[in-house]
Nanobody, 114 residues
Framework: QVQLVESGGGLVQAGGSLRLSCVASGITFSLYTMGWYRQAPGKQRELVAVVSRGGTTNYADSVKGRFTISRDNAKNTVYLQMNSLKPEDTAVYYC????????WGQGTQVTVSS
């Protein structure tokens, strides 16, 4: 059974930082492109950042220079370091694993107060 379990969300003031973690089980983690997506109320889910199995990263323009995605294949974990948070970063953040199939975590809430 595949599971992606996110943690690290919470309430933070604008300008603050949070680190999200996603632990995967039931997949060969090193084969998967791992990503973080987010969905704000009334909006579509959008890509935040992805890291390929080779370590190549891509970011949404809105988070470039503020967020950093990384992976630890030994721990089956992908991270999202979020700095200089803004109220518009408020959303549910979802972990994604993509290879032959596409898997999603349950999401973790990030709320940034102004």
């Amino acid at each position: 059974q595949v599971q992606l379990v996110e943690s690290g969300g919470g309430l933070v003031q604008a300008g603050g930082s949070l680190r999200l973690s996603c632990v995967a089980s039931g997949i060969t983690f090193s084969l998967y492109t791992m990503g973080w997506y987010r969905q704000a109320p009334g909006k579509q889910r959008e890509l935040v950042a992805v890291v390929s199995r080779g370590g190549t990263t891509n970011y949404a323009d809105s988070v470039k220079g503020r967020f950093t995605i990384s992976r630890d294949n030994a721990k089956n974990t992908v991270y999202l370091q979020m700095n200089s948070l803004k109220p518009e970063d408020t959303a549910v953040y979802y972990c994604n694993a993509q290879f032959s199939y596409n898997y999603w975590g349950q999401g973790t809430q990030v709320t940034v107060s102004s």
